[in-house]
């Protein structure tokens, strides 16, 4: 499959040639972490599974895909693992997912695991049922390398998770359940092999240290090499907080989308961003970023976009955050589409 950089004359990188073949333009739509237990489940019960999204519905709408990380498992059985926080969900309330049109999910993170192989196995037979796409964990640790695979018009997307969050417990082994840690001895090969069969690549990564606005050194690192073997995005989530977006040899690093509909109020969670990804026709790529509420104290489970001033200091936030881990210049106009200039010296960083 031939591969080349495309920068346009005004010095935006901007386009990246897959050699995919022309045909409509795909449009993905990528939240963070997921957690719909705790006091959402009264919540959505009382008001309706479509509830979360009623500010978001027309942002949604006609997405190909949506993505979101699922921070906690299906089930009302299993017994909790002994930590601090465990989660789960009654296995109805997938219906959430699917009023919000959310067709793909990592389950690669730190609380797939909180009740257990039986908490595991309800939630991927939950997804099964339902048709929603997953990947990153797994009844054992070949299980929990599987990419999960979507056709979209002539196109095929692949899709692989990766958690490295504690505890170690949680990580599946050759003979135990659990989440898919990213061994060096498989991770670089697997993103390879999928991306020989597929058109585009994304990789989802549970990382980095709860409530840090930047990345540790070791998940550039990681998302550097991913994308050399191949991956075309790098999702991350976990630290409830946005983190900076990198280009990187032309495919963006997303650090961390934040929270997206997270069954807390907790008062460091209070705005996030969804990530609108767009593969358009001839190929090209185009992100959105769109900045939105989730301090549930003011917003009850119900992501809402941020507007005016609040808006403005938000993306002149996400390019200072940004600008640390490029080499050129970020630039986030004032409709959210993120561009990477290359004549950085002549401009300074702004939102339009």
């Known amino acids: 499959m031939g591969k080349s950089l495309q920068i346009l004359s005004m010095g935006w990188l901007f386009l990246v040639q897959l050699g995919w073949p022309q045909s409509r333009e795909i449009r993905l739509i990528a939240g963070g972490d997921l957690m719909i237990g705790s006091w959402v489940i009264d919540v959505v019960r009382r008001e309706g599974m479509d509830y979360p999204f009623h500010q978001i519905r027309s942002l949604l709408k006609g997405a190909d895909v949506v993505f979101a990380n699922l921070e906690a498992p299906f089930t009302t059985e299993g017994q909790p693992f002994p930590k601090q926080y465990t989660f789960k969900v009654p296995p109805d309330l997938v219906g959430v997912l699917q009023a919000g049109g959310i067709n793909l999910v990592s389950l690669a993170n730190n609380h797939i695991m909180d009740y257990g192989e039986t908490g595991l196995r309800h939630t991927l037979a939950v997804l099964d049922e339902k048709g929603i796409y997953y990947a990153g964990a797994g009844m054992n640790l ?3 390398r599987q990419p999960a695979v979507l ?32 061994h060096h001895q498989f991770v670089y090969q697997d993103v390879r092999q999928l991306k020989q069969k597929t058109d585009w690549v994304i990789v989802s990564c549970h990382w980095g240290q709860e409530l840090k606005s930047h990345p540790k050194p070791y998940q550039v690192q990681l998302a550097h090499r991913l994308i050399d073997a191949g991956a075309d995005l790098v999702l991350g989530h976990h630290p409830h907080v946005i983190q900076g977006i990198e280009i990187y040899r032309g495919r963006p690093i997303v650090y961390s989308l934040g929270n997206f509909i997270f069954g807390s109020y907790s008062e460091n969670a209070r705005v996030s961003m969804l990530l609108e990804f767009t593969l358009k026709s001839p190929p090209e790529y185009e992100l959105t970023i769109i900045p939105i509420r989730v301090y549930n104290k003011e917003v009850e489970f119900q992501p809402t976009p941020l507007r005016g001033q609040e808006r403005r200091d938000f993306l002149a936030h996400l390019i200072q955050l940004s600008r640390e881990l490029n080499l050129y210049e970020v630039v986030i106009s004032s409709d959210g589409k993120l561009r990477y200039m290359n004549n950085s010296r002549n401009l300074k960083h702004k939102v339009n």
């Open 142 to 144: 070949q299980q929990a």
């Open 151 to 182: 056709t979209i018009g002539e196109r095929t997307i692949g899709f692989l998770a990766y958690s490295l969050t504690f505890p170690q417990e949680f990580w599946a082994t050759d003979s135990t359940a659990g989440a898919c840690f990213p």
